[in-house]
C-alpha cells in the first residue's frame, strides 16, 4: 500500500512540475524564445529558453503558484535559471490582482497586448502653483 501511495506521490508531482505554464504579461525591449519575438498573452512552459537583450524586459505571470515573474537581466535561459540571476525577480500576488491579471490575459481587446498602453496627466494653472507667495517681493517694482 505504502508503495502504491508513493508511486502516485511521486506521478503527481512530476505532472505538476512539467505542467508549469507561464503567461507573457507583457514584453519591453527584445525578449525571444526560440529565436522567436515573445508576445504578450503567448503561453511558455518552464522549460522554454528565452533570450533577453540587453534593456529587454519581460513580465510572466504564473497561474499555478499566483507570482509574477519580473525577468530583465541580460542573458539566457530557462525561466527557472533566469530568475536566479541579479535583477530579476519573483513576487507572490493577491487574490484581488490574481483577478484583475486573470481579466486582462483572457480579454481579446488587441489594446492589451501593448506595454504600457495609457498615460495618465495633470494640469493645473499658473495661479494655483501660489507663485507670489513663493517669489519674494522686488522692492523697486512697488514705488
Known amino acids: 500500500m505504502k508503495k502504491i501511495f508513493s508511486t502516485l506521490v511521486l506521478f503527481v508531482l512530476t505532472i505538476v512540475a512539467n505542467a508549469q505554464q507561464y503567461k507573457v504579461y507583457s514584453v519591453a525591449g527584445t525578449v525571444t524564445v526560440d529565436g522567436k519575438a515573445v508576445v504578450a498573452k503567448q503561453v511558455l512552459?518552464?522549460?522554454?529558453?528565452?533570450?533577453?537583450?540587453?534593456g529587454g524586459k519581460i513580465i510572466l505571470f504564473d497561474s499555478t503558484n499566483n507570482k509574477l515573474t519580473t525577468l530583465k537581466s541580460e542573458g539566457k535561459g530557462n525561466i527557472a535559471t533566469l530568475v536566479k540571476m541579479e535583477g530579476n525577480s519573483e513576487k507572490a500576488i493577491s487574490g484581488s490582482y490574481l483577478s484583475f491579471i486573470t481579466q486582462k490575459m483572457t480579454s481579446e481587446d488587441k489594446k492589451d497586448n501593448t506595454y504600457m498602453q495609457s498615460?495618465?496627466?495633470?494640469?493645473?494653472?499658473?495661479?494655483?502653483?501660489?507663485?507670489?507667495?513663493?517669489?519674494?517681493?522686488?522692492?523697486?517694482?512697488?514705488?
Open 45 to 54: 512552459t518552464s522549460k522554454s529558453v528565452l533570450s533577453i537583450s540587453k
Open 119 to 143: 498615460a495618465g496627466s495633470a494640469y493645473r494653472d499658473a495661479d494655483s502653483l501660489l507663485l507670489d507667495a513663493i517669489v519674494p517681493n522686488d522692492s523697486v517694482k512697488e514705488k
